[in-house]
């Protein structure tokens, strides 16, 4: 801050918009095909870890809504009138099959409808942050910058809590166990990540009758990856990434299927590879507000918080599965 | 209540009307009638018209009633066309259809099989849970039809119903049967 600025702020910035997410999806799905730095720029500070921005985007992809595209739905037998809408997604419903006949058999009858799934629309938000303006003043680093940009990853980082969580119930966590979808979506595998336990991460989108679209781990398993010998990972490749590391992948594609690797280990554990099928078979992601940082000034005081408005729903619960390989 | 995964899912499929649905033909043996006070009246349930004093019209309640035709529902009573509407549609069990419902008393399983007559309880069944669901006609029941295309078990209408909750078992039971109601005839 310097004595320059304006006596008092009271527009929202939008710090983190399109133009930013695009950048960020194109570090993905281009060039090393890993997330090559999560932070944000240069300057004359320790930076104390890595921070990263949102990976559900890379799975799928968030689609800008407006207030007009919700529908508020009253509930016609206690009528309750909510003021807040749904976005109302649609999905193809299953069809009932055919049959051999002879020549002058009529067909059965049925009706069809196509299944509905909704995204209910929330709010993440962060702490206000407070600071008097004399204090910020004795840093050399631009101490508010600095916070703002973690701001952020923070709120970055709860859709990809909430994300996976969601994952997780799909899923379960009991081996043998069917998850939502009907078929074994949780899976363990013994004897570590090796080219023969690893090609069976293909099967459960299989099993779903999809195709595979992205996997998600995290760095700290891609490592297992790393130490693939000669004939698991094929030829002269397994030379290069021993010297180049996974960068020696034009992209982080394993068996035809795009991975990310993610930094957040916390979320991501390790062996624990998460699978998901095409956007287009997976569900929906709006976003109804574009994280905005909302900055106020007031006398000798900074006051600033992050905010975003989305919601999704994986609304074809077959989508999904993971997978567990332990020693 | 899972806000983030899944679709909008029903506890019981509609109505499947197999053979002889014509749409809006009006040789279609269907009645519209209102829905009585308190009838919570879903497609494929046992329906029938009770004349309301209070009202002084009939109306729709769950379950047989003494005398009156038989009826299968079409529609959930908060269809948004029955509610503007102010009538549902019952199609009626003296007309020629094919019809599969999930709203049933299972009784004996080994019993559902083809020509097996089928029932329905009565309006004032002493357990209200009854009242709207098809059964196997015991002796003295009115006889609705008989069950078509079912050997000793229930039918699975899972591969077509996706949007309905499956059971334990992964099925979506239902029970099929032509219609074939006369008036005074009974089980023997």
């Known amino acids: ?41 240069a300057s004359d500070f320790t930076r104390r870890k890595l921070r990263e921005s949102s990976f559900v985007p890379a799975i799928q992809a968030p689609k800008p809504i407006k207030h007009s595209d919700l529908t508020r739905l009253q509930n016609p037998t206690t009528g309750v009138n909510p003021e807040i809408g749904v976005y109302v997604c649609e999905m193809e419903p299953d069809s009932p099959g055919a049959r051999t006949v002879p020549f002058d058999a009529a067909p059965d009858q049925n009706s069809y409808r196509g ?16 600071k008097l303006l004399d204090e910020l003043a004795g840093y050399k680093m631009d101490l508010r ?8 990853k923070d709120l970055d980082n709860r859709v990809d809590t909430r994300y996976i969580a969601t994952v997780k119930e799909i899923t379960g966590s009991t081996a043998g166990v069917n998850g939502l979808g009907g078929y074994e979506q949780y899976l363990e595998y013994t004897g570590g990540i090796t080219r023969a336990n690893y090609k069976y991460t293909l099967t459960p989108m299989y099993d779903a009758e999809l195709n595979n679209g992205v996997f998600l781990m995290s760095r700290r398993t891609a490592v297992e990856i790393a130490g693939w010998g000669r004939d698991e990972m094929g030829g002269d490749l397994a030379e290069r990434i021993a010297t180049d590391g996974m960068n020696a992948l034009e992209q982080f594609k394993l068996f035809g299927v795009p991975h990310i690797a993610t930094i957040k280990q916390s979320l991501v554990a390790t062996n624990h590879v998460y699978h998901f099928a095409p956007s287009n078979f997976l569900g929906q992601y709006v976003e109804l507000e574009a994280p905005t940082v909302y900055v106020k000034k007031e006398r000798d005081a900074l006051f600033f918080y992050a905010q975003r408005k989305y919601g999704y729903s994986i609304g074809n619960v077959a989508a999904v599965a993971r997978s567990v390989f332990l020693p | 209540m899972a806000t983030n995964y899944g679709t909008l899912q029903r506890t019981k499929p509609r109505l499947r009307v197999i053979k002889g649905y014509v749409g809006q033909n009006s040789n279609q043996r269907q009645e519209v009638a209102p829905v009585a006070s308190g009838m919570a009246i879903m497609s494929g349930m046992l329906i029938s018209k009770l004349w309301s004093t209070d009202n002084s019209r009939y109306e729709w309640v769950l379950g047989l009633v003494s005398g009156a035709i ?119």
Not at chain 1, 115 to 130: F, G, H, I
Not at chain 2, 93 to 109: I, K, M, N
Not at chain 2, 152 to 159: E, K, T, V
Request: glycine content about 8%; overall charge negative.
């Open chain 1, 1 to 41: 801050m310097t004595p320059n600025d304006p006596a008092t702020i009271a527009e929202a910035q939008e710090v983190w918009g399109p133009e930013k997410n695009a950048a960020w999806l194109q570090s993905i799905q281009g060039g090393d095909g890993e997330r090559k730095q999560a932070a944000a720029g």
């Open chain 1, 115 to 130: 299944d509905v799934y909704l995204v209910y629309v929330s709010k993440d938000q962060t702490d206000e942050m407070y």
């Open chain 1, 145 to 152: 910058q600095v916070v703002t940009d973690n701001m952020l």
């Open chain 2, 70 to 188: 038989p009826y299968i529902a079409l529609q959930d009573y908060t269809d948004a066309d029955v509610l503007a509407a102010g009538g549902l549609t019952g199609l009626s069990c003296a007309g020629q259809f094919t019809l599969e419902s999930a709203y049933f008393v299972e009784g004996t399983t080994a019993n559902w099989v083809d020509n097996a007559a089928v029932s329905a309880y009565a309006n004032d069944d002493a357990t209200a849970a009854n009242r709207g669901k098809l059964k196997l006609a015991a002796s003295g029941d009115p006889i609705l039809g008989t069950v078509i295309r079912q050997h000793a078990d229930l039918d699975d209408a899972r591969p077509y119903s996706s949007n309905v909750v499956p059971d334990a078992d992964g099925r979506v039971e239902v029970v099929r049967f032509d219609t074939g109601w006369v008036k005074g005839q009974l089980a023997a």
